[in-house]
C-alpha cells in the first residue's frame, strides 16, 4: 500500500477536526467566546461609566454645550459655503482670499500660542500643599481639557500651553516649559464653560484626583464669561521637518 505524505496527512488531520471537533475543543471553544464577550462588556461599561456616574443636571448641562458647539460648527460651515461661493462667482475674489487667508492667519496663531486669546472658559485653582502632584497628573489635565474643547490654554498667567509643551520635576518641583510652578497652580482654558467644568469632575478626574488620597490637596474650578489670556511662545523654527 503506498504511503501517505506527510504533508497530506496534516493536512487530512487538521480538515477532520475542524468538521468534527473534539470534546476538549469544544470546551476550549467555549471558554475563549464567553472570554471574548466578558472582555466586550467590560469595555462597554467602562466607556459608559463616566457617563452614568452623572447628575441629570449635568447631563443636561453637557448636552446643552454639545448642541452650542455643533450649533457653532454648522455656522462655521455655512460660512465656509459661502465664501467657497464667492470665490467661485469671480466677483471681487482676490478680497474674498486675502480675507480668508488673514482669517486662518488669526486662528493658526491661537492655535500656535503665538498671539493673545480672549473668550468664555474656566479657571482651576490648584493648591498642593504636600507636594504630590506629580507630572503625569498635570499632563492628565492638561490632556483633558484638550479633549474637552480646549482652545487656548495657559498657567499662571505666564506659561502658555501649546502641542510642544512639555512637564517634568526637578528637585521635586513641578516644571512647565523650563518655568518652575509653586505649590498653587491656576490654569486658564478657553473653550465651552460648561464642557470643560464637568470634565475635572469626572469620577478618576482632576478634581476627584486632587482631592484624593493621592494628592490631598484641593482644586477650584469656576466657569468665567470672558477670560483674557496673554502669555505667549516664540515660534520655533523646524530642525528636521520640511513643506512635502
Known amino acids: 500500500m503506498p504511503e ?23 470546551v476550549v471553544a467555549l471558554i475563549l467566546l464567553l472570554s471574548g464577550l466578558a472582555v466586550t462588556m ?13 447628575r441629570q443636571d449635568e447631563l443636561v448641562a453637557m448636552l446643552d454645550d454639545v448642541t452650542a458647539e455643533s450649533r457653532r460648527l454648522e455656522s462655521e460651515v455655512a460660512e465656509l459655503e459661502r465664501t467657497r461661493q464667492r470665490l467661485q462667482s469671480g466677483a471681487d475674489a482676490s478680497a474674498v482670499a486675502r480675507n480668508e487667508a488673514l482669517r486662518r492667519l488669526d486662528a493658526l496663531e491661537l492655535l500656535g500660542g503665538t498671539a493673545p ?39 499662571d498667567d505666564r506659561i502658555r500651553l501649546v502641542t510642544t509643551s512639555w512637564v517634568t520635576s526637578a528637585d521635586g518641583v513641578l516644571t512647565v516649559d ?7 497652580i491656576t490654569i486658564e482654558a478657553i473653550g465651552a464653560p460648561g464642557t470643560l467644568a464637568e470634565a475635572t469632575r469626572f469620577r478618576g478626574g482632576l478634581v476627584s484626583t486632587i482631592e ?5 490637596g484641593t482644586a477650584r474650578v469656576v466657569e468665567v464669561d470672558d477670560l483674557r489670556i496673554d502669555s505667549v511662545v516664540t515660534p520655533q523654527e523646524p530642525r528636521f521637518a520640511r513643506p512635502a
Open 42 to 54: 467590560q469595555l462597554a461599561g467602562n466607556r459608559d461609566q463616566r457617563y452614568t456616574t452623572l
Open 178 to 184: 523650563g518655568t518652575r510652578l509653586g505649590g498653587t
Open 117 to 155: 486669546a480672549t473668550g468664555p472658559g474656566i479657571r482651576v485653582t490648584i493648591t498642593d500643599r504636600q507636594g504630590k502632584l506629580t507630572p503625569d497628573i498635570l499632563l492628565n489635565t492638561i490632556e483633558e481639557l484638550r479633549d474637552a474643547g480646549a482652545e487656548v490654554m495657559e498657567i
Open 212 to 216: 484624593g488620597e493621592r494628592v490631598g
Open 4 to 26: 501517505v505524505p506527510p504533508e497530506t496527512s496534516v493536512w487530512q488531520r487538521i480538515a477532520r477536526d475542524i468538521v468534527r471537533p473534539s470534546r476538549s475543543q469544544l
